[in-house]
């Protein structure tokens, strides 16, 4: 088992947070929207019928830009994943140059 880069937790930590904020908040909106979906078909109301349904549209439209928030947030961790691996990539070979260069030079 891998420890954690301290650097990469507490970069990414906030961003990991948000996301999985957006996340729960999409599947509780998903969740109220199948409740609504289901007591309008019980009720009586066709697919149209439903789809017209303006607390319908409301929650499909509060689903869409949480879904592209979610997209969003998720390639901003991404970005900040490479990041990470390329500076981590770089100080190590860093390290490694320094270990094998001749301590005292003069």
Same mark, same amino acid.
């Given at each position: 088992m891998d420890k954690e880069d301290p650097l990469e937790t507490g970069r990414l930590a906030g961003?990991? $947070?948000?996301?999985?904020? @957006?996340?729960?908040?999409?599947?509780?909106?998903?969740t109220e929207r199948m409740a609504l979906k289901a007591r309008l078909e019980g009720d009586g109301l066709g697919r149209a019928a439903i789809r017209k349904d303006r607390r319908y549209?409301?929650?499909? $439209?509060?689903?869409?830009?949480?879904?592209?928030? =979610? $997209?969003? =947030?998720? @390639?901003?961790?991404?970005r900040a994943r490479a990041?990470?691996?390329k500076t981590g990539a770089a100080i190590e070979g860093l390290i490694l140059a320094l270990a094998l260069s001749d301590p005292f030079p003069f």
């Open positions: 961003i990991q $947070k948000e996301l999985d904020e @957006k996340r729960a908040e999409w599947r509780a909106g998903r549209r409301e929650l499909e $439209k509060r689903q869409e830009r949480l879904s592209t928030l =979610i $997209k969003h =947030i998720e @390639k901003r961790l991404n990041i990470l691996a």
